[in-house]
């Protein structure tokens, strides 16, 4: 027994090691068989993605080309315009362009996510001339799940280098956003085998014309629509561009007035006006600019000795005079568009923005020549039947059930809120009163924000799209929505304030304790309309 083998044990040694060989053997087997079915379904998978892949690339659609169908995995993905996007799902690409007319190249781009789709369809805006994919929207959609559209409007490379091309004009103003539309529905159709539950469109400033052009010409589009900004009275936005340039650049030269000036005049209105427009102490903002009652005379006067940041010479008192009266028509007086809003901090380049001037008086134009009463003339005739969204009758959009979530900032110095306030006050006009228009579109005035965001005050307008959602699809109407300003390089305090908005006529006022807190305000009906309007010529 001492050290020498046993042999019982022996044997059952033998039978322990033949078992577990037994077992490894039938494991092996077993792994194998797993291991063959994953590779079989792995190439049914991709066999099965490569034929949903050739089936959308053999769609044929009138008048389209697809020039790109790939799965992008989930991950990061640098989009055509070289920026990384991070922490995307998977989803399938498809780039196309579409040519309603012989002289139209419109290019359109549709993300459809490949196991997070909510079962909605989002078509979203751009901004100024257009002519580049926006792939921040594109971004912002596909991570919330919808399948997400956005289009070049039909100006790529730029909206200089269409001048002769009129057919691409009517693409940039309402077809190009509507074939974007019934396009990618086209295709999500055939990639999901199954239409979309809604339809969503969100845009600002160009986007916001977008917005408004599809509810007016397209109601059937779309269920929800977010606008934001409208730069729909279009021809006559731009000349109030032209106007600021004359104002400020009268000779193509160094500006008239410094930017350190505009915010001066900023800086006396707001002590002058702030807590009375609505505000709360400390507010580096208007609430409501309307209630501000302006007279330039009333600035500060430099003498000759002091002439600085603190006071105006006589010369930058006519500037602002002229800066705040708007375009007129020289021969009639008729208001062609509204003034900039009072409280901007600084005057937004514009020179970018006369584009349309060239399309139709030529590559050279000169801003300084331009004649505000024939020249607004011609320019209406030729542009605005195709670029201008001023019709108020919005009734077909009401009657099949869609809403109108439309937003703008009081500071914005790019597209006025003037105009905004003035169409929807047409809307409530052709509607036969406030209640009636609310029940389907409202309006929010957001004090503080500049274009589409940022600015001295209210900063972010979030959760738009799942406001819009909850009123199309649940029946919760909007009403209070607490929105931030957010510290711009603070990214552990971001929130600077919050606070309620209202749909206009009401603003938040202030009515004591935290100004930071949303429950130190109350909705406070401020008046209706308030605001300088364009004459009816103007209005088409």
């Known amino acids: 027994m001492n050290g020498l083998p046993q ?15 037994n077992k490894f053997k039938l494991n092996m087997k077993k792994n194998f068989i797993v291991l063959v079915i994953l590779v079989v379904f792995a190439r049914l998978n991709a066999q099965a993605a490569d034929d949903v892949l050739s089936k959308i690339r053999g769609i044929n659609l009138p008048g389209v080309t697809i020039t790109a169908v790939e799965e992008i995995p989930a991950g990061n993905f640098t989009t055509p315009d070289g920026k990384k996007r991070t922490n995307l799902p998977a989803f399938i690409r498809v780039a196309f362009t579409s040519k309603p007319t012989s002289q139209s190249n419109i290019r359109i781009e549709l993300w459809m996510p ?36 956005n289009t070049d409007m039909g100006t790529s490379p730029g909206a200089d280098k269409i001048i ?65 900004a409208p730069a729909n009275n279009r021809t006559h936005l731009h000349t109030l561009f032209v106007h600021i340039l004359n ?4 000779d ?90 009072l409280g901007g901090t600084r005057i937004v380049s514009v020179l970018p923005h006369i584009y349309m001037f060239k399309w139709v008086f030529g590559k050279d134009f000169d801003y300084t020549k331009f004649d505000f009463d024939r020249d607004m003339q011609k320019m209406d005739s030729i542009l605005g039947p195709v670029l201008n969204a001023n019709n108020p009758d919005l009734s077909a959009m009401k009657k099949r059930g869609g809403k109108i979530l439309m937003f703008t900032g009081t500071a914005d110095q790019l597209v006025p809120a003037p105009d905004a306030i003035n169409y929807y006050e047409r809307v409530i006009k052709a509607q036969g009163g406030l209640k009636q228009t609310q029940s389907f579109f409202r309006f929010y005035l957001i004090p503080g924000m500049a274009h589409c965001g940022g600015g001295p005050g209210i900063t972010e307008f979030g959760h738009k799209l ?11 109407v909007p009403d209070k929505i607490v929105v931030t300003a957010l510290n711009c390089c603070d990214t552990i305090n971001r929130n600077r304030f919050q606070r309620p908005i209202f749909p206009y006529p009401k603003f938040p006022d202030y009515i004591g304790g935290n100004p930071n807190l949303p429950s130190s305000y109350t909705g406070k009906n401020h008046p209706r309309g308030a605001v300088l309007k364009p004459d009816e010529l103007y209005l088409k």
């Not at 751009?126 to 792939?135: D, F, K, L, Q, V």
């Not at 505009?262 to 800086?267: C, N, T, V």
Request: hydrophobic share 35%; proline share 5%; charged share 20%.
């Open 252 to 341: 193509h030269q160094k500006a008239v007035i410094s930017q350190s000036k505009m915010e001066l005049l900023s800086r006396l209105l707001v002590q002058k006006y702030g807590i009375k427009s609505g505000g709360a102490p400390g507010d580096d903002f208007l609430t409501d600019p309307r209630l501000c009652h302006f007279d330039a005379e009333s600035l500060p006067v430099c003498t000759d000795e002091s002439n600085n940041d603190s006071c105006f010479s006589a010369a930058e008192i006519a500037v602002l005079k002229k800066l705040y009266e708007g375009p007129v028509n020289p021969r009639t007086g008729n208001r062609i568009y509204a003034p900039l809003p």
């Open 247 to 250: 104002v400020i650049n009268p």
């Open 466 to 476: 799942n406001t819009m959602m909850d009123w199309v699809e649940k029946g919760i």
């Open 114 to 149: 490949k196991d997070t789709w909510n079962e909605r369809f989002l078509g979203t805006g751009t901004g100024g001339g257009a002519g580049y994919i926006s792939y921040d929207a594109m971004t912002g959609g596909i991570t919330q799940g919808f399948a997400t559209a």
């Open 164 to 228: 002769d091309f009129p057919e691409r004009w009517a693409d940039f103003g309402y077809r190009a956003t509507h074939m974007m539309t019934v396009l990618s529905k086209a295709i999500l159709n055939v990639y999901y085998e199954r239409p979309a539950k809604y339809s969503y469109f969100e845009g600002c400033s160009t986007g916001g014309e977008q917005a408004l052009m599809e509810a007016q010409r397209y109601p059937d589009d779309y269920n929800g629509i977010v606008v934001g």
């Open 7 to 21: 042999k019982g044990v022996a044997k059952v040694v033998g039978v322990q090691s033949i078992e577990h060989t």
